[in-house]
C-alpha cells in the first residue's frame, strides 16, 4: 500500500510544486512508483511534469465528482518517469460543486485507495489556501510535507498550518501527523535565514530534514520547459539536494 504525503503551506511562494514534482521525480529515479496528485487549479505541477492541462479532457476534477476513476485519467510524466493525477482550471469550480456531495472532505481518499496498491508514495500538491481541495488532501494523507523558506513571515504562517493539521487529525484523520519541515530556497548568506533556520531545529528537532534545499536557478528554469529540475541538470545544487531528500524520505519512512 502507498505512502500518502500532502506537499502543503498556506502561504504562497514558498517551492510547494517544486518540491512536490521534484520530489516525485527523486523517488522515481531511486526505483519508486510514484503518483503525483495536482490539487491545485492553477495546473502548475501538471505543467511541470511536461503534461499539457489546455489538451486535457478528464482531470482530478472529475475524479472529486466521481464522474471518472484515477485509473482512467492519470498521465505519464514521460520526463519524470512517474505518474501524475493532472489539474487544470476546471477545478477551481469542484469548491462549490463539492459542497452538496456526501463526505466531501475524504473524496479524494476513497478514489486514492482504489489504485493505492499501484504506488509505493503518493504525493499531493495542494494549493496555497486552507480550502475545501487542501482539506481533502489532508484527509487523504498518512502525513504532510511542509516546505518553508527561512524568513520571519514564513513563522507567522506556519502556526496556522500547524494548528489546522491538529484538527484535521482530532476530528476526520487520526493517521495525519506532521512528518517534516523542508528548508527550501535557502541562502546561507543571509544572516536571517540562519538564525530562522536554527530557530527551527530547536523547536521541532527531528521533524526538520537534514536536507536543505538551496536557492537555485536552474529549478526556476525546469518548468519552463516541462520537466523536474532533477531531470533537467541533474548536476545542478538544487537538483543533488532533491536526490538526497529522496533518499531522506524513503529513509524516514522505513523507519517509522
Do not use: W
Not at 522515481?28 to 495536482?38: E, H, P, S
Not at 543571509?190 to 537555485?216: C, Y
Amino acid at each position: 500500500m502507498a505512502k500518502i504525503f500532502c506537499v502543503a503551506n498556506q502561504k504562497g511562494g514558498v517551492g510547494k510544486t517544486t518540491t512536490a514534482v521534484n520530489l516525485a521525480a527523486g523517488l522515481a529515479q531511486l526505483k519508486q512508483r510514484v503518483l503525483l496528485v495536482d490539487l491545485d487549479p492553477q495546473g502548475n505541477a501538471t505543467m511541470g511534469a511536461g503534461i499539457n492541462k489546455a489538451t486535457l479532457e478528464a482531470t482530478v476534477y472529475h475524479v472529486l465528482l466521481g464522474l471518472n476513476d484515477i485509473a482512467a485519467v492519470r498521465r505519464t510524466s514521460e520526463t519524470g518517469q512517474f505518474d501524475v493525477l493532472p489539474a487544470n482550471r476546471d477545478l477551481a469550480g469542484a469548491e462549490v460543486e463539492m459542497v452538496e456531495l456526501d463526505n466531501r472532505e475524504k473524496r479524494l481518499k476513497d478514489a486514492i485507495a482504489r489504485v493505492s496498491g499501484d504506488y509505493d508514495f503518493v504525493l499531493i500538491d495542494c494549493p496555497p489556501a486552507l480550502s475545501m481541495l487542501t482539506l481533502n488532501g489532508l484527509c487523504a494523507a498518512h502525513g504532510v510535507i511542509i516546505p518553508m523558506q527561512c524568513e520571519y513571515y514564513a513563522l507567522e504562517g506556519l502556526s496556522d498550518l500547524v494548528n489546522t493539521i491538529k484538527i484535521v487529525h482530532a476530528k476526520l484523520n487520526t493517521d495525519l501527523k506532521i512528518i517534516g519541515l523542508l528548508r527550501v530556497m535557502f541562502d546561507p548568506r543571509m544572516t536571517l535565514s540562519q538564525q530562522v533556520s536554527a530557530q527551527l531545529e530547536q523547536h521541532f528537532g527531528d521533524k526538520v530534514f537534514k536536507t536543505i534545499i538551496p536557492r537555485n536557478v536552474r529549478l526556476a528554469e525546469a518548468p519552463s520547459y516541462g520537466m523536474p529540475g532533477v531531470v533537467f541538470d541533474p548536476s545542478s545544487k538544487g537538483a543533488q539536494a532533491y536526490i538526497s531528500f529522496g533518499a531522506e524520505m524513503v529513509e524516514r519512512i522505513h523507519s517509522m
